[in-house]
């Protein structure tokens, strides 16, 4: 049975059992900093099952994409070597929001997996798992789905602690947790293994495929277990090992939608031997790099970004293994697109997109390896011993991407050994402090203990009669706030809209007899708007009916910037490409700031031809259409789902220009585009790699930026003595002065600097047989400093220099030894104890070195180091 075959049918079982077919989420979970990426089905259900969020359906399926790379969950090391470990999966799982419990999951596990109409498993072939305290599940096994005894195994508390099990599932120290039961595979007697619980448990014989977890309890902060008021169910069935035991193979690697993608990256390599590791490295990552990039991550040197980049670059190190040596890895984007486009369409939507990036990725890692070796080799030539340091090899690895194994091939060529005892060391806290970064924790904030919800109206109203439900005071519940007060309101309807999808909560006031309490901002908890702000005048309580009103001149002119940035959203698809994707944006009364997903600088002829786009749309004056309706309708009429956003089952869309723009929107907006009057661009920059960002200004403030730089163009005309239409011309003609000025002063300091190191040849003095030269070099900047270095290195023959220079308000330094001395003194040496002396820092090669600081009256002292240091090293 094909593994699309299982999923579509994993799919259909459970919609047959009243399940509502869910989509996969992105990898990047949403509004969710405590992970990541998205690692299992759970992730999009949390709020589902913390009761902060309610859906239309009360079960759910999915097939979810997975990434385990990074943090707490990271199988990269092993991925490759082992049957099983991957850095990207699809998780099949079914849910339940407090509908059904135990014994329907159990039944629809136990049907699905052995019904001839679906899995047709040979029941004796299957073995489960419960919880040692978990009675019912045992007996719903035994009794009701006639497992024997002898095929089940309890598993009580094996992790050090209470409720610490295999068997004990929690979603963080504290929250919602309970027992679960597994599904095993026996793959028979010729393979090695024991059952679970067994010392041999870790054996390829017993292969866990499926997990059933009965949320039961809420765990308090003090360790005491309460009953959840609804319990629930989440389950989970790697598609991949599910696949492994349908087509009767051992490995995942094995199975079809491995074995085309192996298949595929030998043919690009011209390999005709597939069993290579190296293969299945390749076939695993190039999944999970192009899902994470299709998602909008970019390859960077932090967070996402960076575990992406370690990724493609072990990818790309296993091709040079094979025999790469040029790029590949990108050519495999079309024939993982052939075998996944059909489930996954965004794979076939973004292909060239994806292809680019890893091309580029690809690329920049070949200089890195060249960096790399030149590093390498400076460190060589310092070393002491014949052992290159842990830290050494760990710095090439993590911050410049340089493999071990090559670096240990280099030592080897050296007869030099790695002191991999160091390099475990430095690996092991830099895993230490990814875990204790991405650790999954609950929430500590306040929970709203409030009946109800806040009903938005503000998208017709900006004022509103409305009674208090709720009243906050540093964080806490409270029954009243008085005069001076801060604090915050939480009303039974608003006219406020709440922070949400980059923009920024409304201001305002909300009034009655004896309240005047200014809104500074409005922002969302659960299902309740909070207006934070300052009771200016008289007092409130609970249960007051009070007039609430929406800072008009505020909320107009946001409404304007919110709208602009979906018309420049559109308009970057168009110039750009289609890979652009929303990577966060900031909406306010003042301005739009916008930043997206592309991997090069937007050029002045693109961003002329956005901006020329976006007025244009501004200038037509179409409505702006706004719609209610079902995901699937909105997926059919083309809607964007913009990143980090949570969306459920009725949605908002949100048109312009007809289908110019068309994304899922909860913002307030214009009525029509051209009240946006004019959009300008201010200013392009880029925030991290492969995500840029614009800011612009609409309406007054676009005209107030008109109005500037037509003001600023005019000014500079007048210094210039020039008239405006010949402004380019002249600015041109004094660059070319300019440069031609710094060419001559650039020959007359190299003169100058000639002239000086001959002088300073008759003050190089003797100690102990080394000739030095310690002096200031007046008028010198830094490149005059080298130059002279290198003229004076040449004319001593044999010497340890050191030459200092005040440039503007800091401090040049420039040191140098010649050859025959770099293996008793160190231009590197010398330069960081220089450095330090003038405040500042230095270092370089044994040969020559350089460094400044902001302490010119220190260097003296600077100077007496050198005398100080060949004196100590003699």
């Known amino acids: 049975m094909k593994s699309a075959a299982i999923r579509e049918a994993f799919i259909r079982y459970f919609e047959s059992k009243g399940h509502t077919a869910v989509a996969s989420s992105s990898l990047v979970p949403a509004n969710d900093p405590t992970l990541l990426f998205t690692n299992a089905g759970m992730v999009q259900f949390k709020d589902l099952f913390l009761g902060r969020e309610s859906r239309s359906y009360v079960r759910a399926v999915s097939s979810q994409r997975c990434v385990r790379a990074g943090g707490k969950h990271n199988d990269l090391e092993n991925v490759g070597y082992t049957a099983r470990h991957h850095t990207f999966f699809e998780m099949l799982g079914n849910f339940s929001f407090g509908d059904y419990f135990k014994r329907d999951a159990i039944s629809f596990a136990w049907e699905f997996l052995t019904s001839p109409e679906w899995l047709n498993l040979p029941s004796e072939k299957l073995w489960?798992?419960?919880?040692?305290?978990?009675?019912?599940?045992?007996?719903?096994?035994?009794?009701?789905?006639?497992?024997?005894?002898?095929r089940m195994v309890r598993i009580g508390d094996n992790k050090g602690g209470k409720y610490a099990s295999d068997n004990f599932w929690s979603m963080g120290d504290t929250g919602p947790c309970g027992p679960c039961t597994e599904i095993f595979y026996d793959h028979g007697p010729e393979i090695w293994g024991g059952?679970?619980?067994?010392?041999?448990?870790?054996?390829?014989?017993?292969?866990?495929?499926?997990?059933?977890?009965?949320?039961?309890?809420?765990?308090?902060?003090?360790?005491?277990?309460?009953?959840?008021?609804?319990?629930?169910?989440?389950?989970?069935m790697g598609l991949e090992?599910?696949?492994?035991?349908?087509?009767?193979?051992?490995?995942?690697?094995?199975?079809?939608?491995?074995?085309?993608?192996?298949?595929?990256?030998?043919?690009?390599?011209?390999?005709?031997?597939?069993?290579?590791?190296?293969?299945?490295?390749?076939?695993?990552?190039?999944?999970?790099?192009?899902?994470?990039?299709?998602?909008?991550?970019?390859?960077?040197?932090?967070?996402?970004?960076?575990?992406?980049?370690?990724?493609?670059?072990?990818?790309?190190?296993?091709?040079?293994?094979?025999?790469?040596?040029?790029?590949?890895?990108?050519?495999l984007v079309a024939p993982l697109a052939k075998e996944m486009g059909e489930a996954y369409p965004e794979l076939n939507d973004q292909g060239s997109h994806i292809a680019k990036v890893l091309l580029l990725e690809e690329e920049q890692f070949a200089k890195t390896l060249d960096q790399?070796?030149?590093?390498?080799?400076?460190?060589?030539?310092?070393?002491?011993?014949?052992?290159?340091?842990?830290?050494?090899?760990?710095?090439?690895?993590?911050?410049?991407?340089?493999?071990?194994?090559?670096?240990?091939?280099?030592?080897?060529?050296?007869?030099?050994?790695?002191?991999?005892?160091?390099?475990?060391?430095a690996m092991e806290a830099q895993r230490q402090r990814a875990r204790s970064a991405s650790n999954f924790k609950m929430e500590s904030g306040v929970e709203l203990a409030i009946d109800g919800e806040t009903r938005f109206i503000g998208y017709q109203d900006l004022s509103a009669h409305c009674t208090v439900i709720g009243l906050l005071k540093d964080g806490q519940q409270c029954g009243a706030l008085t005069e001076g007060d801060s604090g915050a309101l939480v009303l039974d309807q608003t006219p406020f809209y709440a922070e949400s999808g980059g923009q920024v909560g409304d201001a305002g006031l909300i009034t009655g007899a004896n309240l005047r309490f200014e809104v500074r901002d409005t922002q969302k908890a659960g299902k309740f708007h909070v207006h934070h702000g300052v009771v200016v005048a008289g007092s409130v309580a609970e249960g007051e009916v009070l007039t609430a009103q929406v800072d008009n001149n505020i909320r107009g002119a946001t409404a304007l910037n919110h709208s602009a940035t979906h018309l420049l959203h559109a308009a970057l698809r168009q110039v750009l490409g289609e890979h652009v994707s929303q990577k966060g944006s900031l909406v306010d009364s003042q301005r739009l700031r916008f930043d997206f997903s592309h991997f090069e600088a937007v050029s002045k002829a693109e961003l002329a031809q956005i901006e020329a786009l976006v007025n244009d749309e501004i200038r037509r004056n179409t409505p702006v259409e706004v719609a209610e309706m079902d995901m699937e309708s909105a997926k059919a009429r083309g809607a964007?789902?913009?990143?980090?956003?949570?969306?459920?089952?009725?949605?908002?869309?949100?048109?312009?220009?007809?289908?110019?723009?068309?994304?899922?929107?909860g913002g307030t907006h214009v009525s029509r585009t051209g009240d946006i009057g004019l959009m300008r661009i201010v200013s392009e920059s880029g925030i991290a790699s492969g995500v840029r960002r614009i800011e612009a200004v609409t309406g007054a403030g676009a005209l107030a930026a008109v109005s500037k730089a037509d003001n600023d163009l005019g000014q500079l005309s007048n210094l210039l003595k020039t008239g405006r239409d010949k402004l380019l011309d002249k600015v041109e003609q004094m660059l070319a002065q300019q440069?031609?000025?710094?060419?001559?002063?650039?020959?007359?300091?190299?003169?100058?600097?000639?002239?000086?190191?001959?002088?300073?040849?008759?003050?190089?003095?003797?100690?102990?047989g080394v000739k030095l030269l310690a002096k200031l070099l007046d008028g010198a900047d830094a490149k005059t400093l080298r130059d002279t270095l290198d003229q004076l290195k040449n004319k001593l023959g044999s010497a340890v220099v050191?030459?200092?220079?005040?440039?503007?308000?800091?401090?040049?330094?420039?040191?140098?030894?010649t050859k025959d001395l770099t293996d008793?003194?160190?231009?590197?040496?010398?330069?960081?104890?220089?450095?330090?002396?003038?405040?500042?820092?230095?270092?370089?090669?044994?040969?020559?070195?350089?460094?400044?600081?902001s302490d010119v009256a220190a260097i003296p002292q600077a100077l007496e180091v050198a005398r100080d240091y060949v004196k100590a090293a003699r």
């Open 128 to 150: 489960v798992t419960v919880y040692a305290e978990d009675d019912e599940a045992y007996d719903i096994w035994h009794k009701e789905m006639g497992v024997p005894a002898e």
């Open 195 to 236: 059952p679970p619980g067994s010392p041999e448990e870790d054996g390829d014989r017993y292969i866990e495929i499926w997990n059933n977890v009965f949320m039961q309890f809420n765990r308090d902060a003090d360790g005491s277990m309460t009953p959840l008021p609804a319990p629930s169910v989440d389950t989970g």
């Open 241 to 331: 090992r599910i696949s492994a035991v349908m087509q009767h193979v051992h490995s995942n690697y094995e199975i079809d939608l491995f074995q085309n993608l192996i298949n595929a990256t030998a043919a690009v390599l011209g390999l005709t031997d597939t069993r290579d590791s190296s293969l299945r490295v390749i076939a695993d990552h190039i999944r999970s790099c192009a899902f994470l990039i299709a998602d909008g991550v970019m390859p960077s040197n932090e967070g996402r970004g960076y575990v992406l980049r370690r990724i493609i670059r072990r990818a790309a190190r296993h091709g040079n293994k094979l025999g790469a040596t040029s790029p590949f890895f990108h050519k």
């Open 372 to 425: 790399g070796m030149k590093i390498l080799e400076q460190d060589l030539d310092s070393l002491q011993g014949t052992e290159i340091p842990g830290e050494t090899v760990f710095r090439l690895y993590d911050t410049y991407g340089f493999p071990v194994d090559l670096t240990a091939d280099i030592a080897r060529e050296k007869q030099l050994t790695l002191d991999m005892p160091g390099f475990e060391k």
């Open 640 to 665: 964007m789902m913009l990143f980090g956003e949570k969306y459920g089952d009725q949605v908002r869309v949100l048109s312009m220009g007809g289908d110019f723009s068309v994304e899922l929107c």
């Open 739 to 768: 440069k031609q000025l710094e060419k001559e002063l650039g020959a007359l300091k190299a003169k100058l600097a000639s002239s000086a190191g001959d002088d300073l040849l008759a003050e190089a003095e003797d100690i102990g």
């Open 802 to 817: 050191l030459l200092a220079a005040v440039d503007g308000d800091k401090v040049a330094l420039a040191a140098g030894v």
């Open 824 to 853: 008793r003194y160190k231009a590197g040496e010398l330069m960081k104890l220089a450095a330090q002396a003038v405040g500042g820092k230095g270092g370089g090669r044994p040969d020559m070195a350089q460094g400044g600081g």
